[in-house]
C-alpha cells in the first residue's frame, strides 16, 4: 500500500513539473521584405496603356530589360541581395521602386510636362517633343 502511494506522489509530482515546463508557443516571426526571388517581372503603363520599349534596370549592375509590346518585361536578379529597380522611357519620369515581393509590379509611368505624344499618323504614339531635363 505505501508502495501506490509513493508511485502516486511521483505521478502527481511528475504532472506539476511537466505543467510547468510548459512553454507558451512563440508567435510566428514575421518575414523579412524582399525575399531573394531568382528573377523579377511585372508591367509598365503610360498614361493608361501599355507601354512598349521602356527599360528597367538594377543600378549598379549589368542587368537590363526593355518591355514588350504588352509593357510587360521579366528580369533575372541573381547575385542581387535587394535590388532596386529604376523605369525609365522616353518622354516619361524615371522612377525607382525596391520590390518586396514576387509578384508583378504595376508601374504606371507619368510623362514629363511639356511631352506631346503624336496620336494620327504614320507613326502612333511617336514622341514630338521633349522637354529638358532637370536636374
Same mark, same amino acid.
Given at each position: 500500500?505505501? &508502495? ?20 507558451? @508557443? ?40 526593355? =518591355?514588350?509590346?504588352?509593357? &510587360? &518585361? ?5 547575385? @542581387?541581395?535587394?535590388? =532596386? ?6 518622354? &516619361? ?36 517633343? =521633349?522637354?529638358?531635363? @532637370?536636374?
Amino acid at each position: 500500500m505505501k &508502495y501506490f502511494l509513493l508511485i502516486g506522489g511521483f505521478l502527481l509530482a511528475g504532472a506539476r513539473v511537466a505543467g510547468a515546463q510548459t512553454a507558451p @508557443v512563440p508567435a510566428p516571426v514575421a518575414a523579412a521584405p524582399g525575399p531573394p526571388c531568382s528573377a523579377l517581372s511585372g508591367y509598365v503603363m503610360g498614361s493608361d496603356r501599355p507601354l512598349a520599349g521602356a527599360t528597367v534596370a538594377i543600378p549598379g549592375t549589368r542587368l537590363l530589360a526593355i =518591355t514588350n509590346s504588352e509593357g &510587360y &518585361y521579366t528580369l533575372p536578379t541573381a547575385n @542581387v541581395a535587394k535590388p =532596386t529597380l529604376l523605369f525609365s522611357a522616353a518622354g &516619361y519620369e524615371p522612377q525607382s521602386i525596391t520590390p518586396t515581393t514576387c509578384a508583378d509590379e504595376h508601374v504606371e509611368m507619368q510623362l514629363l510636362p511639356g511631352t506631346r505624344i503624336k496620336q494620327r499618323g504614320k507613326r502612333k504614339g511617336f514622341i514630338m517633343k =521633349t522637354a529638358p531635363s @532637370v536636374q
